[in-house]
């Protein structure tokens, strides 16, 4: 957590919409370049094996193949946003994850997660400890969404998936090289 904590005092934020797989925007945020050092950081850190395992072992999901993810922020009094949607992908993302970087705590921003059908709200949590994460599952039947921010502090996090198969290795690429859409 060191190195990332390091590399986000000097790392640049830039402008981010997030597209579903039907061209709809569903989020917007500052996201860290994918070229960026911190980036690498992360994903060197959460691409471990024994991590594989404890997540299998936690969720019951199958067999873990590789993670991938971004780091991003979110400020209050803007138009940032995480709407309601599901994660699916292209099928191959088993459980996500967000990371709390922020040093400091920010209001809002409560994570929730929902039954897509009734559109229930099955849990609810606030992620704002400096390091503390969260995970859930990835699937059709459910939706999650981050609620605004409040107050003076940006939320700043780590968000990824556990992936079913080594594609994570693409999608790592991708977001080296700016290629990063959904």
Not at 40 to 45: D, K, L, N, Q, S
Not at 85 to 100: A, E, F, M, W
Not at 115 to 140: H, Q
């Amino acid at each position: 957590m060191g190195d990332i904590a390091a590399g986000l005092e000097t790392a640049s934020f830039h402008e981010t919409q997030h597209l579903d797989t039907k061209n709809r925007q569903f989020a917007r945020d500052q996201t860290i370049d994918g070229r960026n050092l911190v980036t690498h950081i992360f994903h060197f850190i959460l691409n471990n094996p024994a991590l594989f395992e404890v997540i299998q072992s936690i969720t019951g999901c199958p067999m873990v193949g590789g993670f991938s993810g971004r780091i991003y922020r979110t400020e209050s009094g803007s138009d940032h946003h995480l709407s309601w949607h599901d994660d699916q992908g292209n099928g191959d993302r088993l459980i996500g994850l967000s990371v709390n970087f922020g040093k400091t705590a920010y209001s809002g921003g409560i994570f929730q997660l929902r039954d897509r059908k009734s559109k229930a709200i099955l849990n609810e949590i606030s992620n704002t400890m400096t390091g503390s994460a969260l995970i859930f599952r990835i699937s059709p039947n459910l939706e999650h969404r981050i609620t605004p921010i409040e107050g003076e502090n940006a939320k700043i996090a780590g968000a990824g998936w556990f992936l079913s198969n080594r594609s994570g290795l693409s999608m790592i690429k991708n977001i080296a090289t700016g290629n990063n859409q959904r």
